[in-house]
Each structure stands twice: as C-alpha cells, then as structure tokens.
C-alpha cells in the first residue's frame, strides 16, 4: 500500500471548516484514499473514501487532486465531538483488506 | 448496519495469566478479521489477520505462541494473551470488513499487574 504524510496536529475553531491534507504521492491506480478517525480511547471511525472523484457523504467532504497525489478531507462545521487524531489510508478496495495505519493528525477543535 | 462488538472494554489481570478478548460482527458475516494494538500516545499497529476455519497470520515481530486467535465461525473471534505480563497492557482492537470499508470494535484496554 502507499505510504501517506500527514501534519501532525491542527486546530479548529468550533463552527468553522476544517481541512486534514494528506499526501500520497506514490499511490497507485488502483488504490482508494480511506479516511477514518479515532476518538480518544474509542476504536476508528470510518468517514469516507474514494478513488478519483470527490466525495460527499453526512460527516465530510473528500476532495483529491486530479493527479491523485493528494487530497483533503474536510468537515464543514467543526463541532467539540470532532476533536480526533483523523488517519489517511490508501489501499486497493475489498472487504479482506487490511489497513495500516499511519501517525495520522490530531485535530483539536476549541471554543 | 455493521456493527462489530468487542469485549471485555477493560480487563485486569495479574501477571502470568492469560485473558480471552472477543470480538463479534452482529449483524453481518465476516470471514475475515484484524487485531490490532495500540500503545499510549501510539497509531494502530496490526497484530494478525483472522481467518475462519484456518490459521491466523501474523505480522513480523508478533508472537503466535502468546497471542492465540481463534476464528471459529463466521461471526467471531477471539483473541487469548496468554501468560500477560506487564509490557501486554495495551489497547487492542478489532476489525472486520465489508462493502469496502473496516468496521471497529470498540477496542478492549488490558492492564496486568
């Protein structure tokens, strides 16, 4: 699986968007970008995931570069429960494939 | 949909024991399942892959003969540390998938004392 880069930590105003980059510049044609998050002392979350296209479901919104070397995921109004250490995966998709998780970006949103 | 259930949430056990750690799909089949470990202030490393009906794989560096899976059924599995010592404290967590995306269980946090 390709590997990913993330900044290690952000913080967010609560209400504001907050925009998690991720770079995967060695990723391959046939591998998705995965995004999960893990709540303190809770298991991962997934949130979205995708291929080329951008992406849009009830939690955020999955936006990758038309090279597919990067992309952003972005939660439009951050609230105090999104404060999470947020992973970036890329893997080729199916249901017997394990994820390797990276040190991903811890997002503290503040009052 | 989805929902993986993982118990117990927290053990305690003393050193030279050993503790089983289950781990549920409840509403779907999952012929395929993770463990994983996680150290403070550490990322997700994955222990094995759960295979029912066959062997577990395990990752480099895990020790089979100490963390013993069982994939009996399509539905479970379990996670044995046999003879715990301190250095097992850990949280450990796992996983199944479906439709393209891993679902969690809540992970369980093992303290041996």
């Known amino acids: 699986d390709a590997k990913t880069t993330q900044p290690p930590s952000m913080d967010c105003a609560e209400g504001r968007a907050a925009n998690l980059p991720c770079n995967h510049s060695t990723i391959s044609g046939n591998e998705y970008v995965y995004w999960y998050r893990q709540i303190h002392s809770q298991g991962p979350q997934y949130i979205i995931h995708?291929?080329?296209n951008n992406e849009t479901n009830e939690m955020a919104s999955l936006i990758i570069t038309e090279d597919r070397k990067s992309s952003t995921l972005i939660l439009p109004h951050a609230t105090l429960r999104d404060t999470a250490v947020y992973y970036c995966?890329?893997?080729?998709?199916?249901?017997?494939?394990?994820?390797?998780f990276g040190t991903g970006t811890r997002l503290q949103v503040t009052l | 949909g989805a929902v993986v259930s993982q118990h117990p949430s927290r053990v305690i056990c003393k050193s030279g024991t050993s503790v089983k750690i289950e781990c549920r799909s409840l509403?779907?089949?999952?012929?395929?399942m993770f463990w994983y470990r996680q150290f403070p202030k550490q990322s997700l490393m994955l222990m094995a892959t759960s295979n029912e009906g066959s062997k577990a794989t395990y990752e480099q560096g895990v020790e089979k003969d100490k963390f013993l899976i069982n994939h009996a059924s399509l539905t479970l599995s379990t996670l044995t540390v046999t003879s715990a010592h301190p250095e097992d404290s850990s949280f450990y967590i796992c996983s199944a998938g479906r439709q393209g995306r891993n679902t969690f269980g809540s992970g369980t946090r093992l303290t041996v004392v």
């Open positions: 995708g291929l080329k």
């Open positions: 509403d779907f089949q999952a012929t395929t």
């Open positions: 995966i890329v893997r080729v998709a199916g249901t017997a494939s394990k994820l390797t």
